[in-house]
Nanobody, 121 residues
Framework: QVQLVESGGGLVQAGGSLRLSCAAS????????MGWFRQAPGKEREFVAE????????YYAGSVKGRFTISRDNAKNTVYLQMNSLKPEDTAVYYC??????????????WGQGTQVTVSS
């Protein structure tokens, strides 16, 4: 059974940093893009970042570009999201995702269960 398990969320002050991890099990995803989404209270889930299977290409939402960095370790079947210069508006549940059909879409093949990130002002 495929599982994506996020970790690393928590409470941080504005301007601080957090590093999220998403460990996959049950299947190897080294050939597929992986990504992160987030959902704030009362809002729809939104795309945050995507990384290609090789790690050679990355894509970011405009709101996080320059502050967040996505990376992956295919040997560990894990994707990371380094979040710097955090703002209160980054507060959300963060989900990792894997799409086995091509680029990450809003309906990826697999979702993680989410990890809460709260940024205080």
């Amino acid at each position: 059974q495929v599982q994506l398990v996020e970790s690393g969320g928590g409470l941080v002050q504005a301007g601080g940093s957090l590093r999220l991890s998403c460990a996959a099990s049950g299947r190897t995803f080294s050939s597929y893009p992986m990504g992160w989404f987030r959902q704030a209270p009362g809002k729809e889930r939104e795309f945050v970042a995507e990384i290609s299977w090789s790690g050679g290409s990355t894509y970011y939402a405009g709101s996080v570009k320059g502050r967040f960095t996505i990376s992956r370790d295919n040997a560990k079947n894990t994707v990371y999201l380094q979040m710097n210069s955090l703002k209160p508006e980054d507060t959300a549940v963060y989900y990792c995702a894997v799409d086995t059909h091509g680029r990450i879409t809003s309906s990826p093949t697999y979702w993680g269960q989410g990890t809460q990130v709260t940024v205080s002002s």
